[in-house]
């Protein structure tokens, strides 16, 4: 079985930071890309930010030069620290990665999200 388990949601005032983790694990071989999406309340699942086996880095424009991906090879981690975080990045974030197992090869899977709110 292969899990993504996200931490380090919670709530901050508008101007805060907070740093999310997303960790891999189970039977696979290899991972591919990693990324993190987010889902606000009546809107649709949105790319924030992702991050290639090379290390290549991408962002959505809403969180350009507020957000920063980063990725920990060796844990098999990535992290998302959310600086001068604003009302509107109130969303439940998710993890994403490609993940290469012998058996079932590429699949792509989800973490179960995790609650950021931004809020005075």
């Known amino acids: 079985q292969v899990q993504l388990v996200e931490s380090g949601g919670g709530l901050v005032q508008p101007g805060g930071s907070l740093r999310l983790s997303c960790a891999a694990s189970?039977?696979?071989?290899?991972?591919?890309?990693m990324n993190w999406y987010r889902q606000a309340p009546g809107k649709e699942r949105e790319l924030v930010a992702g991050v290639t086996s090379g290390g290549s880095t991408d962002y959505g424009d809403s969180v350009k030069g507020r957000f920063t991906i980063s990725r920990d090879y060796t844990k098999k981690e990535i992290y998302l620290q959310m600086n001068n975080l604003k009302p509107e990045d109130t969303a439940v974030y998710f993890c994403?990665?490609?993940?290469?197992?012998?058996?079932?090869?590429?699949?792509?899977?989800w973490g179960q999200g995790t609650q950021v709110t931004v809020s005075s």
């Open positions: 994403n990665a490609d993940l290469m197992n012998l058996d079932l090869g590429w699949r792509n899977y």
């Open positions: 189970g039977s696979f071989i290899i991972i591919g890309a």
